[in-house]
C-alpha cells in the first residue's frame, strides 16, 4: 500500500500503471500535511483510519480522499 496527498494523485496513478501494479492500493488524504498544525493531521490521520481498515481487510477497495 503507499500513502499520498491528493496533490500526488496522478503522479501515483501513472506509476502504478508504469509498473504494471493498477490494482496496487493507494490511500489518499487532502494536501498538504506538512505545513498544517498537528491537530488538523491527527484529524485527517483519524478520517483516514477507515478508508486504511478498508484497504486492509478488503484488497480492491477502492480509496477515497480523507
Do not use: C, Y
Not at 42 to 56: C, E, S, T, W
Request: aromatic content about 4%; glycine content about 6%.
Amino acid at each position: 500500500m503507499t500513502f499520498i496527498t491528493d496533490a500526488f494523485t496522478a503522479l501515483a496513478k501513472s506509476e502504478k500503471e508504469a509498473f504494471g501494479a493498477s490494482d496496487h492500493p493507494v490511500l489518499v488524504v487532502k494536501h498538504p500535511i506538512g505545513t498544517v498544525k498537528i491537530e488538523e493531521v491527527n484529524k485527517r490521520a483519524d478520517a483516514a483510519l477507515d478508508q486504511l481498515v478498508g484497504i486492509l481487510l478488503e484488497p480492491g477497495a477502492k480509496a477515497k480522499v480523507a
